[in-house]
């Protein structure tokens, strides 16, 4: 299996700092590289981050605010100067369409035909994935623009159990069968299905929460997943200002967490009034509600997918 985990490009608000871009998050799942808000440095971070156009399968813009899509042209340009010769999807609110436009095609550049828009309107989009081991879902989220979030899932498998399949005979080319038809004839002439030989493997989830208040679209989105990486631009003191300006503090996200039944939370976003010293307070704030695994990010960190849930 190739490799499952979130590179953190970038992981400031609105304003970067000595210590964090802007925003940008590559997930890699089993060989596909989902982009998601490239903000402006996001090429130059890649590159730090031993990432590469090819990687990219993906660009998932939440919103068209500049922070989570500045580095749109720069990632475009490079696609097409490396010369990147398999299709990359690229997902974004279909209101904002003149914006993607405009950063799709901000300079003058030898253009890319590779790019192939998927744009997002409604409460909630299924987007086509076509062959890939995921489904990608948007779901709309509460901001002052219009902004979605965005949630890959795997679909459950199972995992075949040798003992069970020993003592029923069922081995070489039979096992492949019944995986594939759910049951086979043994050589002794029994009936075996493929219940009685495996047990489900629950597929991984993976959510992205950018810039919103509290919403019906935050728990759709969370709901079980493995990872949910969300943001937390103010601390809980500041709840008025994350309100106002649309956004989520961190203990609102330990509490999406907790009643989400989260596996791993992944705070971001954060907004450049705090301090280095106050980043402590936010995993605080946020396990006062959640007592899972939380991490704070930081640039170029490299965050692995939980193991597999147990059945």
């Not at 890649?46 to 919103?63: N, Y």
Request: glycine share 10%; net charge negative.
């Amino acid at each position: 299996m190739s490799a499952r985990d979130l590179l953190v490009l970038g992981s400031a608000s609105a304003v970067p700092t000595r210590n964090r871009n802007h925003n940008g998050y590559l997930l890699r799942f089993d060989g596909h590289g989902l982009l998601f808000d490239p903000g402006e440095g996001t090429q130059r971070q890649m590159a730090l981050a031993g990432a590469a156009a090819h990687d990219l399968t993906w660009i998932c813009v939440t919103h068209f605010h500049g922070d989570h899509c500045l580095g749109v042209p720069g990632i475009v340009q490079r696609i097409a100067r490396d010369g990147v010769a398999h299709r990359v999807d690229a997902a974004f609110p279909a209101s904002g369409r003149v914006y993607w436009e405009r950063l799709r095609h901000a300079t003058a550049f030898h253009d890319t035909s590779v790019i192939r828009e998927q744009p997002v309107a409604g409460e909630a989009a299924e987007l086509d994935t076509g062959d890939a081991p995921f489904t990608l879902t948007a779901r709309r989220l509460s901001h002052p623009v219009e902004a979605y979030g965005y949630r890959l899932a795997e679909p459950d498998g199972v995992t075949m159990l040798p003992r069970e399949l020993a003592a029923r005979g069922v081995r070489g080319p039979l096992v492949r069968r019944l995986q594939v038809e759910g049951r086979v004839t043994a050589p002794d002439g029994r009936t075996v299905t493929l219940a009685e030989c495996s047990v489900r493997r629950p597929g991984q989830k993976v959510a992205f929460v950018m810039d919103t208040r509290l919403c019906d679209g935050v728990y759709a989105l969370a709901d079980g997943v493995d990872m949910l990486v969300i943001e937390s631009t103010f601390l809980d003191e500041d709840a008025a200002l994350a309100r106002d300006y649309g956004h989520l503090t961190a203990g609102q996200a330990g509490k999406v967490a907790a009643e989400c039944g989260v596996r791993l939370l992944v705070l971001t976003h954060f907004s450049e009034r705090y301090r280095v010293e106050d980043e402590p307070r936010f995993v605080e704030q946020a396990a006062a509600a959640y007592d899972g695994e939380i991490t704070l990010v930081h640039d170029l960190d490299r965050i692995p997918l939980p193991r597999r849930r147990a059945t």
